[in-house]
């Protein structure tokens, strides 16, 4: 759906970070991050159920080894705050961080058709992350896959370690 068609009371304007629950890391994670977060703003549908219209913020951070969730409207008006187990998605992160690894290293020896099928696999795994995310979230906060997909990939980009 082209974001001119979104509604603009439900999606994120903004992103941020608690860096002091879940810290600074090297360049490249912290690149990965910033696409990560530069992508979900540029295209999402996200709205807490229930709490009427944005457009709303997003800060991250960890709370008691749970993902916290705080919601504002773009005012600064506090709408919710969710916390969501990381538990669930463990398994998924591990063996979705180890497939990216295995495509970085692909690139530099393998053919094209073992790349796409590695980067097939990537894909599949990401999809899994992110119908995951819905799932959980479901009832609660209201998103498209597509911005599932991209939370999953900033889920996986503050859970990297590089």
Known sequence: ????????????VAITIDENSIGRAG???EHERRVAIYDLIEDNTFAPEGCGAGPFTLHIG?????????????????????LLSLTPFLK?????????????????SASPSQ???????RRGLH???AELLGE??????????DTARRLFT???ALSWKG
Request: contains cysteine; glycine residues 6%.
């Open 115 to 121: 790349i796409e099928a590695i980067d097939m696999g």
């Open 136 to 145: 959980r979230l479901k009832g609660k906060i209201v998103c498209d896959h």
């Open 154 to 156: 900033l889920i996986a």
């Open 1 to 12: 759906m082209a974001e001119a068609a979104r509604d603009p009371t439900r999606r994120l």
């Open 62 to 82: 960890l709370v008691d080894r749970k993902l916290g969730l705080q919601i504002r409207r773009e005012d600064g008006e506090e709408v919710m705050t969710h």
């Open 27 to 29: 360049p490249d994670v």
């Open 92 to 108: 998924i992160l591990k063996d979705y961080f180890f497939i990216c690894d295995s495509y970085r290293s692909a690139i530099r």
């Open 127 to 129: 999809n899994e992350g």
